[in-house]
């Protein structure tokens, strides 16, 4: 009982601080992304870019100051994208590939994301991002939620320290310099964690061969902080958009290679002084969970400076997904049209109001769903489409264990499918 009141005090504490005024808030995020999969060499490791709160793009490779409602920018090395070493991103086209959190939709399937990154990098970064496609290396320029889960670990800048920041990457060449092994995305994340403090993050040789990772400089920044409070460092979740298939884990390099499944057995057997290796490293590093005393980040809060949250509890969880269990006996039903079938042959729109919708037919009749929560009731679609498309969100919002959304989250989505069930009631009246 006194450990469960101890947790809920320092929650209560990070999210304390979390909402504090700009001036005593920390202003820069290490963004730590989960990979997709652990196909390919160091797949595994995932990816490291920087927020910066109160830094703007002039260009996509141009910095300024922000101006007042501006919310920043995201910068991470590439490899293959425009020619450029780095490139700036705005925080919620990077995350969503839509320029306002009104425009996150909330369900995403393959279809729909290559049409939002499509939108977005031709109207907006169309020479950062001159080939398209389902496969090119500019995808990772918009639309991070849709594939992945990312970990924020957001620290104290000064202004002065920003200008100075600014001045350094617009004079420096910015011309493709990737190197997979000594200048990663990682290694780009470390040079800006360590030019606001000095030694804050470093490469493991044991954990990582001394390449340097994104797991990596988390863990050696968060371990820095618990030595200098002044970097006030809070950790958040930026949980994956509901849809496609969900990203994995986030690993070192020996991780990675030890868990790829063709390399796993011959390396453990016919390498013994790997298994000392694969301990040595299991105790250096793979222990770190960025989840721990994590918040979760909520974009569609209209309130940017309280956009931290409490995660919801497990007793919580389990209360939500009983009263779950028990609507899903009225919203599924035979006979009666489901999202996943409509969103299979659906196509994506975008609405007047710069919102994303799908056309498409049930029995024969054209129909119009809003997938977005201002657009979701406001067209023809019918309720039991959207009912079921609100249902199928929650259930993949309250599968992972521990959380990954807040309480504010879950009480939306559920509001937003009693109105769907009233609007039926409504329909089925008449």
Known sequence: MAAKYTK????CLIALIAALPGELKAQATLLLEEPYSYDGTFAGTGHAAIYLARVCAATPTTLRRCQPGESGVVVSRYHHVGGRDWIAVPLIPYLYAVKDAASIPLFADAKLVEFLRHNYLQENM???????????????????????????????????????????????????????????????????????????????????????????????LVRSAKHH??????????????????????????????LAKKYVTPVLLFHPF??????????????????????IFDAANVDTRRRLDLPITNAERRSYQEELASLKRDVRQDGVPGWREFQASAQPEIDGEGQTFLRGDVNGEPVRIGICRDNALRMNAPPEILQDLVLTRLEQELKPKPARASKRQVEQDFSLLQRALDERKAELGH
Not at 229 to 254: D, Y
Request: one cysteine or more.
């Open 126 to 220: 169309s020479e950062e991002a001159r080939d398209m496609g389902p496969r090119a290396p500019s995808n990772q320029l918009a639309g991070s939620a849709y594939d992945r889960t990312t970990y924020g670990f957001r620290f104290a800048t000064g202004p002065d320290q920003d200008d100075e920041l600014i001045r350094i990457l617009n004079s420096e060449p910015n011309s493709e310099a990737y190197a997979l092994l000594n200048r990663n995305c990682a290694d780009f994340a470390k040079q800006i964690l360590n030019f606001y403090y000095p030694h804050a993050s470093h490469r493991s040789i044991i954990a990582d061969l001394g390449v340097t990772t994104p797991k990596q400089i988390a863990k050696s």
């Open 229 to 258: 409070p002044e970097m006030q460092l809070t950790t958040f979740v930026i949980p994956q958009v509901p849809g496609l298939k969900r990203s994995k884990p986030v690993h070192g390099v020996v991780e990675s290679l030890v």
């Open 8 to 11: 809920s005090i320092v929650f």
């Open 274 to 295: 790997v298994v000392g290796t694969v301990e040595a490293a299991y105790w250096a590093g793979w222990r770190f969970n960025p989840t721990k005393g994590a918040l």
